[in-house]
């Protein structure tokens, strides 16, 4: 499939050039001589020029006006700040980024309740796993991009994303000048973090080279709580703990991309040719996802995954008819070997001790794993934009996604038999997702809409373990389904927008939830979409003022509901995915920011949630209960304060410091527990039992604070950032301790800037 694609993308870009030349070469009729016009009217009577006014809205701009919800995040003024993505993407109304507490575990995002899956990740328009494991948000360098999306129930034509909840699009930098940039991050828990980042244009031949690498290195032996079982009759009570540090919690990243492109040729605006070459490798003391304290009594000491990503993208783009119109192809071929091992017959407890050898292979699953997978990913992104009228634009795009899967696992991939490596049986998946929208502006740009129609489109093949013993066999199955969406925005004063959106949104099932992993999670090819409503209503309004005395406040309503929810559903001794639940998700946040001064700056924003499921369709007369994993409540203040020549002349310094609240939450499903939103614990209650944080708390506080002094001569900075600063307790999935009190210290010069 993959060499059919190659081809009819050399096709397009070849079409594209053609065209673009025959437009070049076509004959011109002469000229007559010019000749010098002169119109005085304008001097006689004022004598003085008209003055011309130019109306051009910046990239922020834009967003705000937008008929979507989004938020954006402007990442060029924290280069220099220490510190990771996830810390940034937790401070933005209604999201909260959680994982398993190490740097590299993965990492659950929850937008405006919905979770998961149900929210897609890219880079520039491509689906973030593409590029591997070293582009999980939590590595990936903030030195690399401009900005981060966040897209907020409706998503844009553009994006091409099969997503429930929303979308969150890393948007790489677009340097125009020679520049070469490198930084350098030091923290806690033997943690290290490097990039450099380098541009050269050579303007006469219309070429410019890149290249962006970065390596991340941690220890990520942080001490957490570990107990044992107090007694069968206290289910998961943890008694006896002691503090204890993280054993055989490594992590290896580092990521290559270099690109080579060129710029405003006849037959092209810009081709760039792209390879990235990333590794991820760390070592697993306990499986992902999984508590680490309270069910089991042992700690994986050998096991580890490892994956290398080798990937390659080609970007054509070329504008037509003065810009009217303008095409856009991106052509995207990675290759990504996966290794997951764990053969050891060693065992050990908790606290790292060696325990007596059972005879058995495998720290994690009875006899082992020795899994040694290969995937082949193709991606096709095709964009059409074309500007009908002034204020009328359709937009056409499709993505292609395809990949195959093959490996070997001769202890863990057998089926019970012993007979077939279920590995070894090609699985594929293809996906087409097309969306055509029309946009129009009325009345000065003050009204604008956005309607569109999409196709959900997936194919697959693969073996089928579902169902009894011996009912494996290889099938292949089809699905699609049709979404659309509105968008609205009307701006009655350049200081407010009111928007309101709807979309029809779709999620396909992914791989994982299709094929399984054979010894754990079984097949399931009669796996259908997920589907989901979602409405969303915005105000926002912005002062005159952009320095001392700027204001700025937005609320917005949001409400979600998913049919035909994935799910996984756990059964001894297999677990499989099926459709499942209803879910619904409604709520409010909002955001604020005032500037009392030119040097401070005070920002805020707050969601309340209210997210259930209902299994009515399953048990007869069940109720709407409680979701597990949802904080109903997430807040975050900020205070900032900004100085020029405080230290030296010619530098500014910055002060800053944050607060993030994250308010209690069951972590089983249902009403367990039955308490209110701030109802206190009664006396003999154990939290433990149903309530993370289980110590009493309310919810969990994290500070931070920090600082930035950023010079000119040398154009350098260096910054000193303090983490959970008070040590509190802090937990994500379940009892899934995250890291304590972490000190980072950033070093970033820009070592040549040529304009």
């Known amino acids: 499939m993959g060499k059919p694609l190659l081809n009819v993308m050399g096709l397009l870009i070849l079409v594209t050039a053609c065209c673009s030349a025959l437009a070049q070469e076509r004959p011109k009729k002469e000229e007559e001589p010019k000749k010098k016009v002169s119109d005085t009217s304008g001097v006689r009577k004022n004598n003085k020029l008209k003055e011309v006014n130019i109306k051009a809205k910046t990239v922020i701009r834009e967003f705000k006006d937008s008929p979507l919800p989004v938020e954006m995040i402007d990442l060029k003024a924290v280069h220099g700040q220490s510190g990771n993505l996830v810390e940034l993407l937790n401070r933005v109304p209604g999201v ?351 009204l604008e809409n956005l309607i569109a129609v999409k196709r959900y489109q997936m194919k697959t093949s693969g073996y089928s373990t579902i169902g009894r013993s011996g009912s494996e066999r290889i099938v292949s199955d089809s699905t699609g389904t049709w979404g659309w969406m509105e968008g609205i925005s009307f701006r009655p004063t350049p200081r407010w927008v009111m928007k309101a959106s709807y979309e029809y949104a779709v999620r396909m099932p992914d791989d994982f939830e299709v094929f399984g992993d054979s010894y754990n999670v079984k097949s399931n090819f009669g796996i259908k979409p997920e589907k989901s409503h979602n409405y969303n209503f915005q105000v926002q309004y912005s002062s005159r003022a952009k320095m001392a005395g700027a204001f700025n406040i937005s609320a917005n309503y949001f409400s979600r509901q998913t049919n035909a929810r994935i799910m996984l559903v756990r059964d001894i001794p297999y677990s499989y995915y099926t459709n499942r639940t209803v879910v619904t998700s409604k709520g409010l946040e909002m955001d604020l920011m005032y500037k009392p001064f030119k040097f401070l700056m005070l920002s805020g924003n707050g969601t309340y949630m209210d997210v259930k499921q209902d299994l009515s369709l399953e048990i007869p007369g069940d109720k709407p209960s409680k979701l597990a994993d949802q904080p109903p409540i997430l807040a975050n203040l900020q205070l900032r304060l900004m100085f020029d020549n405080l230290l030296q002349k010619k530098s500014r310094t910055e002060f800053y410091g944050y607060w993030n609240y994250t308010h209690r939450f069951n972590w089983m499903n249902g009403d367990a527990g039955n308490l209110g939103l701030f109802e206190p614990y009664p006396k003999d209650y154990n939290p433990q039992l149903f309530w993370v944080p289980g110590d009493r708390r309310l919810g969990q506080q994290n500070y931070t604070a920090g600082m930035i002094h950023y010079l000119e001569n040398p154009k350098c900075s260096i910054s000193l950032q303090v983490n959970n600063l008070t040590q509190q307790k802090l937990y994500d999935n379940f009892y899934m301790e995250r890291p304590g009190r972490a000190i980072t210290v950033k070093l970033r010069w820009e070592l040549s800037t040529i304009k």
Request: aromatic share 14%; proline share 4%.
């Open 96 to 446: 909260k980024l959680r994982g398993d507490g190490a740097l590299g575990d993965p990492i659950n995002i929850n937008l405006n309740g919905l979770s998961g899956k149900a929210i897609a990740l890219f880079k520039d328009g491509i689906p973030l796993s593409f590029y591997g494991h070293s582009f999980e948000p939590s590595l990936i360098p903030s030195n690399m991009l401009d900005r981060i999306e966040v897209y907020k129930g409706a998503l844009p034509v553009s994006l091409g994303a099969d997503a429930l909840g929303g979308a969150i699009n890393f948007v790489s930098r677009s340097p125009t000048s020679t520049n070469l940039e490198a930084s350098y991050e030091l923290g806690s828990f033997n943690t290290h973090r490097a990039t450099i980042n380098a541009y050269l244009p050579f303007k006469r031949q219309g070429l410019y080279l890149g290249i962006n690498a970065a390596y991340t290195y941690s220890d990520n032996n942080y001490k957490r709580d570990v107990g044992w079982m107090a007694g069968e009759d206290k289910g998961l009570i943890l008694d006896n703990t002691v503090r204890s540090s993280f054993r055989n919690n490594r992590l290896k990243a580092p990521l290559a991309e270099v690109y080579l492109g060129v710029k405003d040729k006849s037959w092209a605006d810009d081709l760039r040719f792209t390879i990235l070459g990333s590794q991820f490798y760390k070592r697993l003391p306990q499986l992902p996802g999984m508590p680490s304290n309270g069910l089991s009594d042992m700690t994986a000491m050998h096991t580890f995954t490892n994956d290398r990503t080798f990937s390659q993208l080609l970007k054509h783009d070329k504008s037509f008819f003065s810009g009217k119109l303008k095409v856009g192809n991106v052509l995207g071929y990675s290759r990504i070997r996966s290794t997951f091992l764990d053969t050891s017959i060693q065992k050990y407890n908790r606290f790292g001790e060696l325990q007596p050898e059972n005879g058995n292979r495998g720290e994690f699953f009875y006899n082992g794993n020795a899994l040694q997978l290969k995937y082949n990913f193709y991606t096709w992104r095709f964009n059409v934009v074309y500007d009908l009228f002034p204020n009328h634009q359709f937009q056409l795009n499709h993505i292609y996604t395809h990949y195959d899967r093959l490996g070997t696992d001769s202890l863990g991939g057998l089926t019970k038999n012993g007979k077939l490596d279920l590995y070894t049986v090609p699985s594929k998946y293809v996906k087409h997702i097309s969306a055509l929208g029309f946009r129009s502006r009325f009345w000065d740009e003050k």
